[in-house]
């Protein structure tokens, strides 16, 4: 069983929707919550940072993390085109030097 | 333009090959980490360093091999290779030795025939 799961999609949905986008995971040492971006032909790029459990809010994103589920999420409101890329979770024990990524759910907003 | 350079951006060579992948991390950076991101793998964390020493180790492979020089920049060095090899190695960089606040190049797509 991998450290994190995420759906790789791919998930297809209008413009303007809500997205959800999600991740469990089974190490329950990590303390350390991110969002990665990844745009075709790019590398990844941080979008939302969480430390501990709790909600984060960062215009049309929301990052949230519920500890006691090991589960974490990202919403995306009123998704734009230029939203279309690959997001990936990734998490980490305080600490340590290693981020664990999930495997990435590929989204496209349609116009 | 997240500030980390790499290159080569585009490499194809042969099995039982060598090659090395180069970094240079956004300045001011003094920890380099490079991962490699496979379809069915994902991004996979190779190794760390900072400021010149090893820091952490993931599931890099013993025929891989990297190093961070005084200047910072970090070289990855791939032998023996294998079509398996084959993938996207990112270098990404930080500021302190320990955050998950990771900056990362564009990647060196390496293709081995």
């Known amino acids: 069983q991998k450290e994190v799961e995420q759906d790789p999609g791919p998930l297809s949905v209008p413009e303007g929707a809500i997205v959800s986008l999600n991740c469990t995971y089974s190490n329950s040492a990590f303390q350390y919550f991110m969002w990665y971006r990844q745009y075709s032909r790019k590398g990844p790029e941080l979008l939302m940072y969480?430390?501990?459990?709790g909600n984060k809010e960062d215009g049309r994103f929301t990052a949230q993390v519920d500890k006691s589920s090991k589960y974490i999420s990202l919403f995306i409101r009123d998704s734009q085109p230029s939203d279309s890329a690959t997001y990936l979770c990734a998490m980490m024990v305080e600490g340590a030097q290693k981020l664990v990524f999930g495997q990435g759910t590929r989204l496209t907003i349609n116009p | 333009d997240s500030g980390v350079t790499q290159t080569p951006k585009h490499l194809i060579t042969a099995t039982g090959q060598r090659v090395t992948l180069r970094c240079s991390p956004r300045?001011?950076?003094?920890?380099v980490y490079w991962y490699q991101q496979s379809l069915d793998q994902g991004l996979q964390f190779l190794i760390q360093y900072y400021n010149g020493e090893e820091r952490a180790k993931g599931n890099i492979l013993e025929r891989f091999s990297a190093q961070q020089f005084p200047d910072l920049h970090s070289e990855l060095n791939l032998s023996s290779l294998e079509l398996g090899d084959s993938a996207l190695y990112f270098c990404?960089?930080?500021?302190?030795?320990?955050?998950?606040?990771?900056?990362f190049g564009e990647g060196s797509r390496l293709t081995v025939l």
């Open positions: 969480t430390y501990s459990s």
């Open positions: 990404a960089s930080s500021t302190l030795p320990n955050t998950g606040e990771l900056f």
């Open positions: 300045s001011g950076d003094l920890s």
